[in-house]
């Protein structure tokens, strides 16, 4: 069972940060874990080996210094249910500071926006919490990939979609957890990737119809050995576009899903994983 001690919430002073707060603030309120609120000033690129860098030093601090004072009343209203919320302040890459210090001070859980802006914002998750998602080495929750969070009290559905890899029995008992947490209905689906001018000859049917037997079987299993209870189906189809479906027709208010391993090829953050995150239309929390 999943144990949820303490989350790290890096902030940034965005829209996006400050409508992500009140999910943040209910996760920690729900699992009593401590919250630690980090801001990075990233410095300008090549500050360290530039011999001229030395010029903006003055600019360097008095930047930082109003930085700090504002970090200290971000969100202090949101936060102030809380007991014991530290904030702490460094300088560097954004990325790999978080993820540097969500690894030496043991953090169960990373919380962040994924920063879609415009009308594309669909496609495109921001660099940092790409790079967060790549090389964290623990579950990171993502805000809602649209222009507005749902209530994070009103957690009521969690899909999980199981993918068959090596960590499938552990996303699904971490789903099952967090559904727990907040007494939530949970739901499994696995999504046979076909292309959809596959169905056009009959025989080709018949194909996807014994990839779709066989994955029922295969998830029946899975579920089986995760001792999860909870609903369980296949679709098949484009994944992130099946999971985005299945989430906005059944109503869920999050999605669970698996990130690899970073000894896996293409690293921890996986292709579909980073479709699904972009595409789907609740917060997402990879494991």
């Not at 302040?89 to 169960?108: C, L, M």
């Not at 739901?187 to 990839?211: G, K, M, P, Q």
Request: net charge neutral.
């Amino acid at each position: 069972m999943p144990q949820l001690k303490h989350i790290l919430f890096p902030v940034d002073f965005s829209e996006g940060c400050r409508s992500f707060a009140p999910t943040v603030r209910a996760v920690a309120c729900r699992t009593a874990a401590r919250l630690t609120m980090l801001n990075v000033l990233e410095l300008p690129s090549g500050y360290y080996s530039n011999p001229y860098a030395i010029l903006t030093f003055k600019d360097i601090v008095s930047s930082m210094r109003r930085e700090r004072a504002e970090f200290r009343k971000f969100l202090a209203p949101e936060f102030a249910p809380l007991p014991g919320v530290r904030r702490i302040s460094k300088h560097g890459d954004v990325a790999g500071i978080i993820n540097d210090f969500a690894r030496r001070n043991e953090a169960d859980l990373i919380m962040m926006p994924t920063h879609g802006v415009g009308p594309f914002r669909r496609f495109l998750i921001g660099s940092v919490t790409a790079k967060v998602l790549h090389d964290a080495t623990c579950p990171v929750w993502t805000s809602a990939h649209v222009p507005e969070e749902r209530d994070p009290e009103q957690i009521r559905k969690i899909l999980c979609a199981v993918d068959f890899g090596a960590r499938s029995v552990e996303v699904m008992q971490y789903a099952s957890w967090l559904a727990k947490t907040f007494g939530a209905e949970l739901r499994f689906v696995n999504v046979v990737a076909v292309s959809e001018s596959w169905t056009v000859r009959c025989f080709e049917a018949d194909f996807i119809d014994s990839l779709i037997a066989e994955a029922r079987e295969q998830l029946t299993k899975i579920q089986s050995q995760a001792a999860t209870p909870g609903d369980s189906l296949i679709r098949s189809g484009d994944i992130a576009h099946s999971v985005r479906r299945e989430a906005l027709e059944w109503g869920a208010d999050a999605i669970v899903i698996g990130r690899g391993v970073i000894t896996e090829t293409l690293g921890r953050l996986r292709t579909e994983s980073y479709h699904i995150i972009r595409e789907s239309p609740c917060s997402v929390v990879s494991v």
